[in-house]
């Protein structure tokens, strides 16, 4: 988690159910939850899988900042009143640059979040073996 007070002047607020952005879009902008929560959601084969669900501190869409490929995940605001500190890629490289503790807690966010999504993968692939098996 990161301690979003020296971004206020970034800070937009959003409303229930506001889309930040979505699945497959390419993004130029990374967001610190200052305030209520957003949900993380990908697609799977007939049905959507809750990724994450993000609270004061925590970060995301820094993945579309480091490797220019489109988002892996639609971000959904749960509450009314969800505030986001927005950093643009300019933001996101000054500080990568200038604040090499920003940077480690980027590449922690990143590695953990792989494991997690390898976790995902394994319960998903455990279910199809399952079923097929008939167990």
Known sequence: ????????????EFRKSDIVFEENT???EMYIVHSGKVRLTTTAP?????????????????MALCDSAPRTATATVVEDDTRLVVLDRDKFLYLISQQPVFALTIMHALCQRIRERWNLFDEVLKDTTDQNTGK
Do not use: Y
């Open 1 to 12: 988690m990161l301690d979003s007070a020296p971004f206020k002047k970034f800070i937009r």
């Open 26 to 28: 390419r993004g130029n």
């Open 46 to 62: 007939g049905h959507e899988v809750t990724l994450a669900e993000m609270g004061q501190g925590d970060f995301f869409g820094e």
